[in-house]
């Protein structure tokens, strides 16, 4: 079965002007995330998404692999407004053509992300015969998530929340995850079934630790995936 890795980085970024390709280390932050792609054997084609061709300069600079295609993007197809998953079901003939097997999303601000992340998620995915995401653990117990109303009282979001019960012990609370945006994998063709609406339909989670799930969004996250780097000596 045919695998092929989707990388997409648009160039309009508003909080971190081209954080895409921002250096983290000793390269660009979107190299990080092709580079677990090209080098993980089970992926045979990785597709980089963009609407900056000096990206595309750049990544092909860094990774000189055969295995790199280019998908074109229009400003309007890169606007800040555009959801990935949209873009993939409403492009999938223009991003795909005639490929087939399976595609893995793997966002560009999801670094630490490596190769043998990339080959765990296949397994995974040959194993179950299911569609995969990655997910990590929460860092603090989410039932004892709470809303701030308009009169600046709070109201639990679970009826059994340890703020009204007094059961605060941490090791009564129930372990919870949340996605990390690593990667996704499921087959190309699905895209193509109208009444998908998320790549978590019937998906199977692969755990990834918290320490390898920074999501680059703000400058405190870039010193934090820096910081990461320089403890486990990669950088």
Not at 123 to 136: E, Q, T
Request: aromatic residues 10%; negative net charge.
């Amino acid at each position: 079965m045919s695998n092929t890795a989707f990388v997409p980085a648009r160039s309009g970024s508003k909080r971190l002007p081209n954080k895409n390709v921002r250096m983290l280390g000793r390269k660009p932050l979107v190299v990080w995330t092709i580079e677990a792609c090209v080098n993980a054997p089970e992926v045979d084609e990785v597709i980089f998404s963009t609407d900056s061709e000096e990206y595309w300069e750049t990544v092909k600079s860094h990774v000189p692999s055969d295995k790199l295609t280019l998908d074109d993007r229009s400003q309007e197809e890169a606007g800040d407004k555009v959801k990935i998953f949209d873009y993939l079901k409403d492009s999938v003939d223009k991003i795909f053509g005639e490929r087939t097997g399976r595609f893995m999303l793997a966002l560009p601000t999801m670094p630490l992300r490596t190769s043998s992340h990339v080959s765990e998620a296949f397994a995974i995915a040959d194993r179950l015969n299911k569609p995969v995401f990655s997910a990590s653990e929460y860092d603090f117990a989410v039932s004892f998530a709470f809303s701030k109303e308009s009169d600046e009282s709070w109201t639990p979001l679970f009826e059994d929340s340890p703020m009204v019960t007094g059961n605060t012990r941490s090791q009564d609370q129930v372990t919870a995850y949340h996605p990390n945006g690593a990667l996704y994998i499921r087959d190309i063709d699905d895209l193509r079934r109208p009444e998908l609406a998320t790549l978590y339909e019937n998906a199977s989670p692969m755990i990834m630790d918290p320490s390898e799930s920074v999501d680059i969004d703000t400058e405190a996250d870039f010193k934090l995936a820096e910081w990461v780097l320089k403890v486990y000596g990669v950088v």
